[in-house]
């Protein structure tokens, strides 16, 4: 008889250890051997649970953004909006910082499929679009989240606003993710730019 808990514990070991490995090193030169040490679990342990280390980074992903989500929902908990748009700057300046790795594999994971337009062809390509999918919904849910904030911050065409807001976040993300190395002085001037920006009308 299995026992459901001791599985969940494993499945839930797997992920840590890849999220751990995938935000040190380069995806594709992460194996599932390593993963499998990492996480202290036989490597066919792995495959039980993800059927290919493609799948695992989708996984990884998945909960990276339910977390985002999560973060975001209590950030809202404030009543006052200027609070929830430098909330949301500092929020992002330390993902930056501290998660490049988590959008280098985004890219890494999508780009190594050229048709993402295509109708997928296997499990991974099937994943990887719902996953890309989930993001750009998750970056329309921000935009007009952050439409309803600078429209009670009294900012005219806040839609547009939302949408410069999202773009220099996600801006920044991606340079960042091609440069993870960030000088401490630069993202402190990037921080104090933006909430000027963004916070005065």
Do not use: C, W
């Not at 840590?16 to 066919?44: C, N, P, R, W, Y």
């Not at 792995?46 to 493609?54: G, I, Q, S």
Request: proline share 2%.
């Amino acid at each position: 008889m299995t026992d459901d808990s001791s599985e969940i514990s494993k499945k839930e070991k797997i992920l840590l250890a890849a999220s751990k490995l995938f935000l040190e090193k380069d995806f594709k030169t992460v194996s599932t051997q390593e993963i499998a040490s990492k996480a202290g679990v036989a490597k066919g342990t792995v495959f039980h649970h993800y059927e290919n280390k493609h799948l695992l980074a989708l996984a990884v992903l998945d909960v990276f953004v339910n977390q985002m989500v999560s973060d975001f929902d209590k950030m809202k908990e404030t009543t006052e909006p200027k609070e929830i748009i430098i909330g949301m700057i500092h929020y992002s300046m330390d993902l930056v910082t501290n998660s490049t790795g988590l959008t280098q594999l985004l890219f890494q994971v999508i780009g190594d499929i050229d048709h993402l337009t295509k109708e997928p062809e296997n499990e991974v390509e099937k994943q990887i679009q719902n996953e890309v999918r989930k993001v750009e919904n998750l970056l329309v849910g921000f935009i007009n989240e952050f439409a309803i904030i600078f429209k009670r911050m009294g900012f005219e065409n806040p839609i547009a606003y939302s949408r410069i807001f999202i773009g220099v976040l996600d801006g920044l993300g991606l340079q960042f993710a091609l440069n993870p190395k960030p000088d401490t002085k630069l993202m402190e001037e990037l921080t104090t730019t933006m909430i000027a920006l963004f916070t005065k009308r």
